[in-house]
């Protein structure tokens, strides 16, 4: 499957998922389909959408929870920022998503 087809069907997969939880994809497009390119592109490499903007480790336990969406397992850290740590989702009610600042994790306080 082309690179396209795959972002294509990852938006596909994951709008559900994320409309669950509260999030819709970020409305800047561009960045959109910048991260959607990253993840099929990880895609094919790992054999599972890593997040584009989280570093992989040895540990693979660790590394499942950086599977796209990865809110389930940051939702406190997310729901505080109002947007995922890539910014690919933010909160439904978010119409300006430049606006929202990234917490490092090491200063959110659940
Ligand atoms: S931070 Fe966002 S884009 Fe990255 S894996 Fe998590 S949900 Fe996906």
């Keep these: 499957m082309s690179v396209e087809s795959r972002k294509k069907a990852l938006r596909f997969l994951f709008g559900p998922v994320v409309d669950r939880l509260g999030y819709k994809f970020t409305p800047n497009e561009e960045d ?3 991260l959607l390119e990253q993840e099929a592109l990880l895609e094919e490499k790992h054999g599972v959408p890593y997040c584009p903007c989280q ?4 540990d ?8 796209c969406p990865c809110i389930p397992f940051h939702r406190a850290h997310y729901d505080a920022m109002r947007r995922c740590w890539c910014g690919l989702f933010v909160h439904k009610d978010v119409t ?6 990234q917490i490092p994790p090491d200063r959110f306080r659940d």
Aim: proline share 5%; net charge neutral.
């Design 32 to 34: 959109a389909d910048f």
């Design 55 to 58: 570093a992989l480790s040895k």
């Design 96 to 101: 300006d998503p430049d606006a929202l600042k």
């Design 60 to 67: 693979r336990a660790e590394n499942m929870k950086m599977v």
